[in-house]
């Protein structure tokens, strides 16, 4: 894993801070103002109390196609897929818990290993009709990826022991949007 976070290819942990969070606190932090401000360290306890309060739990999320399918059927089924498109990766993709998103009606994938993390998100809003202005987080290993990652690349440093690699995918209720999945209007 350090190896890949070391490159940049994924971000913060999904447990340590959303991107509204990290944003806020870059800010902060160049504005120059001081860190050890009363008002400030109030500031910030506040925001990171609310997030942990909303985060996705990727941590304790069980895998159904771990659940569904034995251990040595998936080996045996990462490697065929390996061997017959070694120019692909097998990609298993699950909604968080709780998450304010819709399911996707598919959830195992076949990605080119040069497909990025940012056109992976685009494929998945198209299948559940995601409206733009809709948040959408994919999480690797309880991981932010950059979406400029490649998905052979966090392959390759994220694949599970079956040969799988698996994706969590979250929405955040951050832009006014109700409880409950996205409806899109017909």
Known sequence: MR????????GPKASDCSLSLLTFLGWFMASGLKKTSQLN???????????????PD???MKLKFKEEHYLENRCMRSTEIRNKYPDRVPVTLEKVPRSN???????EYLLPTDLTVAQFMYIIRKRISLPSEAPMFLF???VLPT???TMGALYEESKDEDGFLYVAY?????????????????
């Open 170 to 186: 979250s929405g955040e209720n951050t832009f006014g949007f109700q409880k409950g999945p996205i409806q899109t209007q017909p």
């Open 41 to 55: 360290t109030t500031i910030l306890h506040t925001l990171k109390a609310s997030y942990l309060s909303h985060r």
């Open 101 to 107: 998103i819709m399911d996707v009606d598919r959830r």
């Open 147 to 149: 979406t400029s990652a």
């Open 58 to 60: 990727t941590e304790n």
């Open 3 to 10: 190896s890949l976070k070391g490159r940049g290819l994924l």
């Open 140 to 142: 690797v290993d309880q």
